[in-house]
């Protein structure tokens, strides 16, 4: 099912319907991660090809928001079944495309189906509503209000690199459950697993125009297609750059931003430290720290500093460091040479000035080693700087106060972890938290995908997850009866 979707290895963009090769036959080579082989030529679409996808998903959103929810509802669920089928060419694609290992590249595709079913059960709940004025002050029990869900039209979706197939279909399909149309611009680096996504609905019976793609660098062609007069709302996962550079140029199209974090582990006097050592590291290091929801810091009490770290130090030699395609591996190679720079830049920044390298500090071409750090202190940039790598900075801490202080300087605000025994102290320390989501005696984390998920300060605007979506790129419309 996937042979239409490429030539000679030269993959086509869906519009309006059909697979279409680059008119100007301009295309970019997509290099695997691993070993710099090539996965696929992707083509350089030019803006006349963009302005034609974004006039054909205007045309096809007027006759898609038509159709019922149960029609779009099954869709759905055929769409979900078609995925879970060819877990295999997926889990192939990812792992040549973005390098991660196969274990993980299952458990995203499988996490993607559930979230595709569990959009379509959750649409139908969402129909309309009916409201009578009786009962605001002054109550006029004359007026009945008639309140549906309306499609929002046109969303781009937007989505990057390291969940090439969650972050794209955890935007498609609330958005098309609700009646709009989604035109997808894939990360460069994962858009060939995006076009095999994209072919997963077609196959279920997405009609044309309601799902097209747009490939090409976000560098090139992102400016112009964020102001394009044809789009209705922006769906962006990213980095916290992109998602400002957004907002500056898209003028008044409403936006969800998932953007950057630095998410603390704070971990107090009284916690299970065998416990946390667990899940601090693997919050740390799985796919090599390229999650917005890896632990990024750990701010520790002073009184079990000394003993965090050796449990830590002991933990991490557990991370394991390859190739995923020998095997399933933590540790990963980053997803370019650019990412490794910087995630070396941070270390050698903290040891200048003086931090010391617990465990790590290795580098073999973009495999950067689990990176342990201690003494870090707040001149340092992996003290606040979101590494997308596997390094892991503690800083010691002498009070709550202070541990939540710390915390809140970040210009992020994704998710934090506490720590503690204390149901009371986590729930205070919770409260005082800027963050979109607090994790009690858990690692940082996105799932369940049904939970609203949402960052504030720079790690984003709006609220993701199933319901909260479909919310967000919908309005209520209301036709008030007066009789
Ligand atoms: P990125 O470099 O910001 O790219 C994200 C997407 O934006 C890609 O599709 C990219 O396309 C596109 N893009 C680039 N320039 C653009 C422009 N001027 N206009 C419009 N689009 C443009 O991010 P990434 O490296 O793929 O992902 C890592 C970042 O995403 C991290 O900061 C991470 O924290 C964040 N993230 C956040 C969440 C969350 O839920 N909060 C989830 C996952 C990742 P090209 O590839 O063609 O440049
Ligand atoms: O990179 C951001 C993802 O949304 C994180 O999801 O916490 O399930 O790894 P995760």
């Not at 803006?47 to 019922?68: F, G, I, P």
């Not at 997963?200 to 490939?215: H, L, R, S, Y």
Request: overall charge negative; charged content about 25%; glycine content about 8%.
């Amino acid at each position: 099912m996937f042979e239409i979707i490429k030539e000679n290895n030269k993959y086509k963009n869906l519009v309006n319907g059909s697979w279409i090769a680059s008119e100007s036959n301009d295309y970019i080579e997509i290099k695997s991660v691993l070993d710099n082989s090539t996965v696929g030529f992707v083509p350089t679409m030019s803006q006349k090809e963009v302005d034609n996808v974004l006039e054909n998903a205007k045309v096809a959103q007027k006759q898609w928001r038509e159709t019922s929810i149960d029609e779009r509802a099954n869709l759905l669920y055929k769409a979900a079944e078609i995925l879970e089928k060819n877990v295999g060419v997926f889990v192939d694609s990812m792992i040549h495309e973005i390098g991660k290992d196969k274990k993980s590249c299952k458990s995203e595709v499988l996490r993607t189906a559930d979230f595709i079913r569990y959009t379509a059960d959750t649409v139908r709940t969402m129909s309309s509503e009916c409201l009578v004025g009786d009962g605001f002050y002054g109550g006029n029990p004359k007026k009945t209000g008639i309140i549906k869900r309306e499609p929002l039209g046109v969303v781009l979706a937007i989505s990057p690199f390291n969940y090439p197939i969650n972050l794209a279909a955890s935007k498609i399909a609330p958005a098309i459950a609700i009646g709009n149309s989604v035109v997808l611009k894939s990360s460069t680096q994962g858009s060939i697993c995006g076009l095999h996504l994209v072919r997963v609905f077609e196959e279920a019976g997405v009609p044309k125009g309601v799902i097209q793609t747009v490939t090409g660098k976000g560098s090139e062609i992102g400016d112009y297609i964020v102001a394009h007069k044809n789009i209705d709302f922006i769906n962006f996962t990213g980095s916290t750059d992109i998602g400002k550079r957004i907002t500056s140029k898209c003028g008044m199209i409403p936006v969800i931003l998932e953007l950057g974090g630095k998410d603390a582990g704070i971990v107090l006097e009284d916690a299970d430290l065998d416990h946390t050592a667990n899940q601090i590291i693997g919050g740390a290091f799985s796919y090599s720290g390229q999650r917005c929801t890896a632990i990024k810091r750990v701010l520790v009490m002073e009184e079990v500093h000394d003993i965090l770290v050796e449990k830590l130090l002991n933990k991490i030699k557990d991370v394991t460091v390859g190739n995923p395609l020998n095997g399933d591996f933590d540790v990963v190679p980053l997803i370019n040479d650019k990412s490794a720079d910087f995630v070396m830049g941070l270390i050698n920044d903290a040891k200048d000035k003086g931090a010391t390298i617990l465990y790590g500090d290795k580098r073999e071409g973009n495999l950067i080693y689990p990176t342990l750090i201690k003494d870090v202190t707040l001149d340092m940039n992996v003290a606040w700087e979101e590494p997308f790598g596997p390094v892991l900075p503690i800083i010691k801490v002498k009070s709550y106060e202070e541990a939540i202080e710390i915390a809140n300087k970040s210009e992020y605000g994704l998710q934090s972890s506490v720590f503690t025994k204390d149901i009371n102290k986590a729930l205070n320390i919770a409260d005082k938290l800027e963050v979109g989501t607090v994790q009690i005696n858990n690692k940082t984390e996105r799932g369940p995908d049904s939970f609203p998920f949402l960052g504030v300060k720079n790690s984003g605007i709006g609220v993701q997850g199933v319901k909260y979506s479909v919310e967000a790129m919908s309005r209520p419309k209301v036709t008030v009866l007066n009789i």
